[in-house]
């Protein structure tokens, strides 16, 4: 088999956020895990396909692999009112748009996006209703990799859940501009 075809396999029989779990435990670490030999072991019972590479290769063989969870974008939109964006461990970003406050955060395992279009400050909205928007969602394959979400992933985390919000709060009547 050649390359392109062994890492289609293995995608195709882990499923992709097993399959990226797969390829993050084998940067991370320099041998197999028992779950990822126990994976190869099925792979090649269940579907006939034999890897057969120690962890060197594997890694050789899946270093093309993009991790990458979520697009990227360069900048915030002007649109998005941003007063601060940076950080690692957590990444956090606020502002303001329209009459929309806003903050994100990733930390941990998650990344979440806090909106209040009233006086309640974004930090203590936990649920979407009328007036408000919360989002969160797992990223990564480790109890820390949203701590160090990518720049541009977390613009395009930040831009793709305040265009929602923009759109559920003017099907709900609030002002956002």
Known sequence: ?????????LRTF???KRFLKFVAATREHDRLLSWQEEALRRLAAERGIQLGLGHAS??????????RQLPEIPALPPWCGVEFFGGQGPVQ?????????????????????????????????????????FHEEEYGFNDFSASYMPEGEARYF?????ERVKAHLSANGARTG
């Open 93 to 133: 970003a606020w502002g303001q748009f329209g009459s929309c406050r806003w903050y994100f955060r990733a930390r941990g395992r998650y990344a979440s996006v806090h909106v209040s279009a009233d006086n309640q400050d974004p930090l203590d909205v936990s649920s979407t209703d009328a007036s408000h928007h």
């Open 1 to 9: 088999m050649s390359d392109e075809v062994d890492i289609d396999a």
């Open 158 to 162: 930040i831009v793709r859940e305040l």
């Open 58 to 67: 594997l890694k050789q063989l899946l270093a093309s692999v993009d991790l």
């Open 14 to 16: 882990l499923g992709l």
